[in-house]
């Protein structure tokens, strides 16, 4: 199996690396089952204080891999649109397994991070981006939503109208405009972005363990994440097998403006 992720230990900070370079780093099925064994490794060594997930290459993350569901029917059977909350589940439970990691969790965000991209960085703790980046959930220009916590995660940090408005129009934001609304904690120039996750790290390593782990649970747990999820999961059960859906991906691979019907 190709090596579409990589870790690293430095010292108390675990890397999580994104290493589809040549796709821009767009997350298929593989990606995922490798980030489950990531997270797993990263939970059970020793020494390590914080997580940091980056992208390598020109982006952080195109988002899903489109080509992906040309295989649900391996993994599903051919009645998998029937099955989409089953699907989606599973996906979630992928990104959700980021967020449960007690470990702090630190995104760093370059170049375009972009639907599942953007939700896997929704899923970490904290998020700094460089100057330049793009971030934004396009899935209603696809016939979907946000489905992989997107909706909800955005809405926890940025309130109901906000939310809204970018996932309505589906817009991609500049970095500084992230900051603003609460999306990232800082913008800093693309070759200060390794260092500042450092920084930051190292000023969470003076915290004692267990009452950073704590905190994140309790802070966590604030939100009805786990209700969000399912009515995710529901509302895109609905929209999958819908007209609006494939013309949105056809017209998304043929590069032309979709004509949805609300069909």
Request: one cysteine or more; aromatic letters at 4%.
């Amino acid at each position: 199996m190709a090596e579409l992720l990589l870790t690293h230990q430095r010292g108390p900070i675990f890397e999580i690396v994104l290493n589809r370079p040549e796709k821009r780093n767009a997350i298929n099925p593989e990606m995922m089952d490798q980030l489950v064994e990531a997270i797993r490794l990263a939970s059970r060594t020793d020494g390590v204080r914080t997580v940091v997930v980056r992208g390598e290459g020109l982006a952080f993350s195109s988002g899903i891999d489109l080509t992906s569901f040309m295989h649900l029917p391996e993994k599903y059977g051919n009645n998998w649109l029937q099955r989409m909350r089953s699907v989606t589940h599973d996906v979630q439970s992928v990104i959700t397994l980021v967020e449960r990691l007690e470990i702090p969790t630190l995104a760093l965000i370059h170049g375009h991070c972009v639907g599942m991209g953007l939700e896997l960085c929704l899923a970490c703790d904290l998020r700094i981006a460089a100057q330049g980046a793009k971030l934004g959930l396009p899935e209603t220009l696809r016939g979907m939503i946000p489905d992989v916590g997107g909706s909800t995660r955005l809405t926890r940090l940025v309130g109901p109208a906000r939310a809204k408005e970018l996932i309505f129009t589906g817009r991609l934001i500049d970095a500084d405009v992230a900051e603003r609304l609460g999306i990232v904690n800082s913008v800093v120039s693309e070759s200060e972005l390794l260092a500042a996750g450092d920084t930051l790290a190292a000023e969470i390593q003076k915290a004692a363990p267990l009452a950073v782990g704590m905190a994140k649970r309790v802070i966590d747990g604030l939100a009805d994440i786990d209700r969000g999820l399912l009515l995710e999961g529901w509302a895109q059960s609905q929209l999958i097998p819908t007209e609006d859906f494939t013309e949105g991906i056809q017209s998304f691979l043929q590069k032309r403006p979709p004509e949805f019907k609300g069909k």
